[in-house]
């Protein structure tokens, strides 16, 4: 029905920048929100950056300032902009969507698969 679909990962030395990129597509009414989370394994999931249909954020204490969430609304696709990277950067990023359904016009919440984000000292 829906698919997340992310990319934009990779090995990035510390203090330098990557942008990740997050696009759902499917049967979708609209989008309410899209979030980015990351895990280190053996680690709990952590919300990282958070984006609101209204444009509404709000993100990590560890990452304000660093970090920016932006959306194309006609490209259903999220963004996350990483400046100023470190080594505890370090993680696996998911994105999160809650989209409203064409068949029901009820909200569910889908997952990407993660793309690995590593940043070097």
């Known amino acids: 029905q829906v698919q997340v679909v992310e990319s934009g990962g990779g090995l990035v030395q510390a203090g330098g920048s990557l942008k990740l990129s997050c696009a759902a597509s499917?049967?979708?009414?609209?989008?309410?929100?899209m979030d980015w989370y990351r895990q280190v394994p053996g680690q709990q999931r952590e919300l990282v950056a958070a984006?609101?249909?209204?444009?509404?954020?709000n993100y990590a204490d560890s990452v304000k300032g660093r970090f920016t969430i932006s959306r194309d609304n006609a490209k259903n696709t999220v963004y996350l902009q990483m400046n100023s990277l470190k080594p505890e950067d370090t993680a696996v990023y998911y994105c999160?969507?809650?989209?409203?359904?064409?068949?029901?016009?009820?909200?569910?919440?889908?997952w990407g698969q993660g793309t690995q984000v590593t940043v070097s000292s």
């Open positions: 984006i609101r249909s209204g444009g509404r954020t």
């Open positions: 999160n969507v809650m989209v409203v359904l064409i068949t029901t016009r009820k909200e569910y919440s889908y």
């Open positions: 499917g049967s979708i009414f609209s989008i309410n929100g």
